[in-house]
């Protein structure tokens, strides 16, 4: 099976700009989250949906994400305006309902440099 | 509150060598621990889990993780390091006990092997 896709691989945008980041989950998959991982630093949780709704968005920083899962396929991390700090690699995990105990699925990450 | 840390930020071995990664967990139920790895480019892989049973477990790759509920620790281990095991390594609690709706990583142990 395909695993989870995320795009683009890197993205260099500058102070202010807008930048939005795209997870597509394994099929089939419900459950959908987002981690960050700021440099250095440990890899943080920041939402999760359920098909198209959001469980837990505990980990969003501020209202300048914005996350989206239209139609509990693939889902959008929007950023704006974007900041210096929001550099990181933001990771997309998918895993199915049914097999809670076998861990996430993760994509290769979204490696985000803000100038 | 959950929060796992792993001391060690780098770590050389020698091919052929032995190996163990350090991670300690404060957690206040029952954890569910997990460590994966990240080689350059990749995703996170998971490696190995740990839900209850045998608090010794036998991963992919020649991986083992020891639990000790004495120590908080959830040490990675290896008897002979490959030269392909260079990579960063997270241990992570999952919270929750029927959906790992989110992890709790660590800063993670970048693991470099000498020929």
């Known amino acids: 099976e395909a695993g989870v896709t995320q795009f683009p691989s890197h993205s260099v945008i500058e102070k202010g700009q807008t930048v939005t980041l795209r997870c597509d989950p394994i099929s089939g998959h419900d459950n959908l989250y987002w981690y960050r991982r700021v440099m250095g630093k440990e890899i943080k949780f920041l939402l999760h949906f359920v098909k198209e709704s959001k469980q837990d968005e505990s980990g969003m920083p501020n209202n300048r994400f914005l996350a989206e899962r239209t139609g509990g396929t693939y889902s959008t991390l929007k950023v704006q305006p974007a900041e210096l700090e929001d550099s990181g690699v933001y990771f997309c995990a998918s895993s199915h309902p049914g097999q809670p105990n076998y861990g996430y699925t993760f994509g290769s990450g979204t490696r985000l440099t803000v100038v | ?115």
């Open chain 2, 1 to 115: 509150a959950q929060s796992v840390t792993q001391p060690d930020i780098h770590i050389t071995v020698s091919e052929g060598a032995s190996l163990e990664l350090r991670c300690n967990y404060s957690y206040g139920a029952t954890p569910y621990l997990f460590w994966y790895v990240q080689s350059p480019g990749q995703g996170l892989q998971l490696l190995l889990k740990y839900f209850s049973g045998d608090t010794l477990v036998q991963g992919i790759k020649g991986f083992e993780a020891e639990f000790k509920r004495s120590q908080s620790s959830f040490n990675l281990r290896k008897p002979s390091v490959h030269w392909s095991d260079a990579a960063e390594y997270f241990c992570a609690v999952g919270a929750q006990r029927i959906s790992f709706n989110k992890f709790y990583f660590g800063s993670g142990t970048k693991l470099n092997v000498k020929p």
